[in-house]
């Protein structure tokens, strides 16, 4: 058997993709990620192993060594891709998670699938880890993992963070198997999410669902304490400022700008194609503020790039058509032959030329209807080194709790929303260097190993005290 791990992430996906050399070969690399750079030398320094989905149906690649990490991939099926991923992942979490904005489905051969891949990964887990390891399960794919592992190996410290919101109880209370999940989450010594106000609601909920007493932002379940806290996520900052001061980088933004025709204002949006990002209504923004007269195609232009996600799904689909309707209608109306309104780009990009994207444009337009962080507003703000850009911001993503410089807006405001963009365009550099710095030094201090670092000590705090209570302490 192989060696075990002292320290295991367990996730989705592995941060690994299969590429071919150019003599053909079929190699695998790490994927550049904010999680893999962060846990990159916690990983390293224990021997640590990463368990996941490599992409791909049917049967999984054996376990390899990358980069000093162990990779351990776990199989998917075609089917269980259908019900466990694109379904219950997506289709019923993910919605019902970001306040119901598209109306969950709920299956039942869905959380059947959710299930069994949940006690798959759990299983690998309990193989690969150490006696007294530390397990960090990450997201909304796997929150039955902690419960399920515990029941294996109770030896080990078990720490789970959520990458979406956590929903308020009313929400949460619609899934039909409501106390499972809560009951999975339960399963770890600490949960960790993106805003307090989640964590919040994961303590009220175990009382509201399970009759658990908590006092402060621990839990008593079965004899044990589960702490709740929040951990916000961030972007591996000084990379960023670096990729953004790369000459190569700087000259691409310059470049950007003049195939743009050189206009005063370039408005910039980058997101998942998904409709908790608020694309459709800064387009629709974009387009009231070119009839109101108040912007002029040729001075303003707006980038909207789309990353293609999640394709299969039907909420996706009909959002992709939304979107596209919405380009069309405003090029349709404002633009002129060479000169369009709206250039929607439907594609990945690699991160310099994103850097470059964000070095080139006025206003990072970042209005979801609600986001459990939001890395794309941190990423704009870390690349604007020369202070110049405004971020207009939407106060449902986690990032507006801490991005307080940003202009802030209501997405569901449409005239909120004009109004943040055109204070945005309108304002004095001397304003928008003030609010770039205040951001900037918060990200500097703020960055993603930090955020690593800040959990995995707590986790340690939370594990340690983990002693049975007393009989008393117990659940009501
Ligand atoms: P996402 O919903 O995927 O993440 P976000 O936090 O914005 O959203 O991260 C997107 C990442 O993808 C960014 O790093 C961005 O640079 C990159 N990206 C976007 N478009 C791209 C493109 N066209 N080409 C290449 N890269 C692109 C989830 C939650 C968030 C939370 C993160 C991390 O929904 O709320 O912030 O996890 O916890």
Redesign the pocket.
Known sequence: MAERSSFVVVANRLPVDEVTTPDGERQWRTSP???VTALHPVLTEHGGTWIGWAGGTGEAPEPFDLEGIHIHPVPLSADELERYYEGQSNATIWPLYHDAVETPVYKRRWREAYRSVNQRFAQAAAEVAADGATVWVQ?YQLQLVPAMLRELRPDLKIGFFL???FPPIELFMQMPFRAEVLRGLLGADLVGF?QRLAAQNFVRLARHLLGLRYEGQSIQVDGRKVKAGAFP?S?DTREMERLAADPKVQARAKEIRAELGDPKTIILG???L?Y??GIELRLKAFRELLADGKLKVGDAVMVQ???P?RERVEHYQSLRVKVEREVGRINGEFGRVGVPAVHY?H?????Q??AALYVAADVMM?T?LR???????K?YVACRADTGGALVLSEF???ATEMRQSFLCNPHDPDGVKDALMRAVAAEPAELKRRMRVMQRHLRTHDVAQWAQTFLEALEVAAEGRAPESAEAQST
């Not at 594609?347 to 991160?351: M, V």
């Open positions: 990620g904010g999680l997201d990458h979406i919101p993106q996520i972007i980058v997101d998942r998904d908790t990002k790039v789309a990353t996600s780009l594609q990945s990009y690699s991160k030329e994103l970042v979801p986001d459990g962080m939001n890395l794309v507003a990423e993503a986690g990032a």
